[in-house]
Each structure stands twice: as C-alpha cells, then as structure tokens.
C-alpha cells in the first residue's frame, strides 16, 4: 500500500450537530440517554432553522475534506425548519465539494403534523433527484403507522430507509417493530441493545466514539451477519481515528482482534456511495495499511481529487475559503445557543 486511498466514507453523520460545540449547559445534567436526547440534541435540533443548517453543513462537508472524507451519510431533523432542509443541506456539501446522501428523520415527537412533513420533506426531496434514504428518527418515538408510511414510501421511491435502532434502553423492542418491514437497502445505525438473531435486513452502522460519549454500551458489531459501516453519529468526519477507535474497543474483549476487521468496516462505506472508489486521497503517512494506522496518530490527507477535480490541496478546500465557512458558522452557532 502507497500513501493513496480512494475517499472515505462517514456511513452515519449528523451535520447539523457541527453547531452544537460550546452550546450552553443543559437546564439539568443529562444522568441516562434518555435525558441527554431531551436535554441536549431534541432542544437543539428544535432551534435550527435554514441559515443554521447551511452553515453546519457547509462546516461538517469542510471538516470532512480536511480529514480525507469525501463521502457523508446524513441524518437529519429539524422539526421547526423543515421544508427545504434537504436540499439546503445537500447544496452546502456540494459547494464545498463533497458527496451527501440526505435524509429527514421522521417522527411522532412533534405529533402526527411533524410525522406527515417529515415524510413530505424526504419525499419531495427524492422525487426532485436530490440522493437520499427515507429518514426515521427511531421506532421508539413513532407510532406503527409512521414506522409503515416511512417503510412504504423508501420501497415505492426504491431507496432504503436510514433509522437508529435500540441505541438506548428505551428501544429494545425495536426489533419487533420493524419486523417485516426492513430491506436490505436499509442502514440501522447503533444496534446496540438487539440480539445477535434480530433478522433486521440492511447495513448496520457502528459508531464507536458517539456510543462511549453517551455510555450506551459497546455494540460487538462483529456478532452480525449484516454487513457493518463506520460512521461519526456528528462527532466530526474523521474517519482514520473512527477506525482505530473501532479496533481498539474490538480489541478490548477479544485479544485476538486485529485492525484488519475494522478496517473492513472502513471499506464497507463504499457500498454505500461507490464512486468515493474512484476519488484519490493522497495522505502525509505511508503505508495506509491498517496495521500501520492503528498505532499511528495524526495522519492527514495532502491532496483530494474527485472527478478529475483538485478539491483539496496545501491542508485547503480549493472551492471555499474555509475560514470564511468557520466564521460564518460561528456566527450561526452564536444565534443558536442564545435560543437555547
């Protein structure tokens, strides 16, 4: 292996969360992962509107770049700016020169008006050509007939949907309510608390750092027989460290793991965006093997080029001023904490 890749894929992101950093503390402190959704991320995402979400997007594709990422699987919710929240999120990662696939997570959080705009919303934006999944925040926040709407409208469009399942206590029984209605186009991120033989169909997305910030528990992904991708869950794009995160907690409780399955991981998020195959990632370390980027901090990408294209060049985007992006966004994340 030479100092080259092609550019790696983020399989779950939550671009908006590129805001939240510095946020005010929350009115109590959060004590299980229940209480740090109410807390922190449902009053986050309740004060984002449109402007907000470009920034953080337009902030999250500029990360990425910077971290040899050309690829996002996004996640997303804002139940107070929803229309037009998709394409606001795929133009800003397109103007900064990386590849999104887009989804609004619907749910009965905000009652069944908010459950029929979300699904509106994923709809609208996947009949315009926009590239995307039908989003679902997760069974335990939907009613039935939601979870079998968003189910519905993923085959009719024919995309897969994109769902956390039981990454808390609070949605063990999500495998009984997704029963029959999972495909194998459909991405399940955590999948923390389901059995080894939960006969969920789709690609499951594991999200080492995200799990250990909110004490979750440690997925053991290498139980599946479903394939597994590495993503973020919005704790930046980079996805070298993800990776070695990924092997070092494989590592903890089985002596006889080795990078290479984690690494593995790595790949499968070309499955799910290929032409990040075909983009050219020249790194500062060589070689970019596995067992050589697992005991090796601090590796960066030099140079990008997708589609024939210079994206990245000199440790910059050559299509935005990023300082420009950092201050805009910066801005944007003064107005949202003062709303919190």
């Not at 990360?63 to 996640?75: F, K, P, Q, Y």
């Not at 999104?100 to 459950?115: F, K, N």
């Not at 050559?318 to 003062?338: G, S």
């Amino acid at each position: 292996m030479g100092n080259t890749t092609p550019g790696l894929v983020c399989a779950h992101h939550h671009l908006y969360s590129s805001l939240a950093r510095g946020m005010p503390a929350p009115p109590k402190t959060p004590t299980d992962f229940q209480e740090i959704l109410e807390q922190i991320w449902w009053r986050l995402d309740a004060a984002l509107d449109l402007e907000m979400i470009r920034w953080s997007a337009m902030l999250g594709a500029l990360e990425a770049l910077e971290a040899g990422t050309t690829a996002i699987v996004d996640h997303h919710e804002s139940p107070n700016a929803i229309e037009g929240s998709l394409s606001v999120i795929a133009d800003a990662c397109a103007e900064v020169g990386v590849r999104v696939v887009c989804a609004y997570g619907v749910t009965d959080r905000h009652g069944p008006d908010g459950a029929r705009r979300g699904l509106e919303e994923n709809e609208r934006f996947l009949r315009a050509g926009g590239r995307g999944l039908v989003g679902i925040h997760a069974a335990f926040t939907c009613s039935d007939d939601t979870l079998a709407a968003a189910a519905a409208l993923a085959s009719e469009l024919g995309v897969g949907a994109h769902i956390h399942v039981a990454e808390g206590l609070g949605d063990v029984d999500a495998p009984r309510r997704l029963a029959g209605l999972t495909d194998d186009d459909w991405l399940l991120a955590h999948c923390i608390h389901i059995p080894d033989d939960h006969d969920l169909k789709g690609t499951i997305q594991h999200n080492t750092r995200s799990n250990m910030n909110n004490t979750v528990g440690y997925t053991r992904p290498f139980r599946f027989a479903n394939p597994v991708v590495l993503g973020s869950d919005g704790i930046g794009s980079n996805m070298i460290e993800e990776f070695r995160l990924a092997y070092f907690k494989h590592r903890e409780v089985d002596v006889l793991a080795t990078p290479e399955t984690a690494w593995g991981w790595l790949e499968n998020g070309w499955d799910l965006v290929p032409e990040a195959r075909t983009d050219v990632v020249t790194w500062s370390y060589e070689p970019m093997d596995p067992w050589h980027l697992a005991f090796t901090p601090g590796v960066r990408p030099l140079e990008i080029v997708m589609n024939g294209e210079l994206v990245f060049r000199d440790g910059k985007p050559t299509r935005v001023d990023a300082e420009e992006i950092r201050t805009k966004a910066a801005e944007q994340a003064k107005r949202l904490h003062a709303r919190l």
